[in-house]
């Protein structure tokens, strides 16, 4: 489990790294802006009233970020967007 490392992170340190070093003249990798925390959002949109797609949805999620990510539910009613407490929105 120690060899394991982030797609997201590997490819910042061996492509991202080299081309901001280059760009803005970095005389040390050190230099280099670190990055703190990378957040993906995706709304579902229509899709909601489908659990199917919400599921879909979270797959193609889970592909891009290498995590399983976390379905969010509504917290109240909203009769104008036919949304339902508890139902899944994104």
């Not at 901001?20 to 802006?33: I, Q, S």
């Not at 919400?54 to 193609?60: F, G, L, P, S």
């Not at 009769?79 to 994104?90: C, D, T």
């Amino acid at each position: 489990m120690a060899d394991y490392t982030p797609r997201m992170k590997a490819r910042y340190d061996e492509e991202i790294v080299k081309a901001m070093t280059e760009k803005f003249g970095y005389k040390n990798r050190l230099e280099v802006p670190k990055l703190e925390k990378i957040t993906l959002n995706m709304g579902v949109g229509e899709a909601s009233q489908d659990k199917k797609k919400v599921q879909t949805a979270a797959e193609e999620m889970a592909l891009i970020a290498g995590q399983k990510p976390v379905i969010t539910k509504a917290k109240k009613s909203i009769a104008q967007f036919k949304l339902r407490e508890g139902m899944p929105i994104g």
